[in-house]
């Protein structure tokens, strides 16, 4: 069954370090996602793409954050300088092989240690 | 807006007992409603769903039925393995909402042998 990889698995990073973050979705989907879940919390919506584009993102999704798909296969979360508070575990999901998505496909995580 | 409640955990059973997990919903439209689990160190997997009201999603023998009246979504295992050990959530997604699913805070679930 195809299903989401992300890599890597865990990153720590000192604070002000750029990270990327890198996701392989499932080949036939159009639709892509970040999400966060720091330790404990709720899992939190980031960023939707589609078409090459962002189509929707959150109020956590500052200008810090940056999402591209630089080939068919990869798609990306970049922090461009990492806070304490970015420490979380990153998911990477996608769904929709055409029109609306109703279901979303999530990767294992990465988890991101900022010191 | 969109919102999700479930009961607070940790929730503690043994081995083949029965277990509900409590989830209500506050959506505008229709949404689908979603269960996901997260096993220890490992991501989100979609557990069921149900996209209409009175469907029952089912899966591994875990049930829940969309009761629109009552707008809820329990979880239901008629008996539970040490092995169901995990974090449950319950999510929504909306046409308006672009089908972004609003998750609930989770509810651990610990199953003892």
């Known amino acids: 069954e195809p299903e989401v990889t992300q890599t890597p698995s865990h990153q720590v990073t000192q604070m002000g370090q750029e990270v990327i973050l890198r996701c392989v979705p499932i080949s036939n989907h159009l639709y892509f996602y970040w999400y966060r879940q720091i330790l404990g919390q709720k899992v939190e919506f980031l960023v939707s793409?589609?078409?090459?584009?962002?189509?929707?993102k959150s109020e956590i999704f500052d200008d810090q954050f940056s999402v591209e798909r630089p080939d068919g296969s990869n798609f990306t979360l970049k922090i461009r300088s990492t806070k304490l508070e970015d420490s979380a575990m990153y998911f990477c999901?996608?769904?929709?092989?055409?029109?609306?998505?109703?279901?979303?496909?999530f990767g294992p995580g990465t988890r991101l240690l900022v010191l | 807006g969109d919102s999700v409640t479930q009961m607070e955990g940790p929730v503690t059973l043994s081995e083949e007992a029965f277990l509900t997990i409590n989830c209500t919903y506050t959506a505008t439209g229709y949404p689908s409603l979603f269960w996901y689990v997260q096993y220890p160190g490992e991501g989100l997997q979609l557990l069921l769903k149900a996209t209409k009201a009175d469907d029952k999603g089912s899966n591994k023998g875990f049930e829940a039925t969309y009761r629109k009246e009552t707008t809820s979504f329990h979880l239901e295992k008629g008996s539970v393995q040490v092995s169901d050990s995990a974090v449950y959530f319950c999510a929504l997604s909306t046409a308006g909402g672009s089908y972004i699913p609003t998750f609930g805070r989770g509810t651990s679930l610990i199953v003892h042998p």
């Open positions: 999901a996608s769904g929709g092989t055409g029109g609306m998505v109703e279901t979303q496909y």
């Open positions: 793409f589609y078409n090459n584009e962002i189509s929707e």
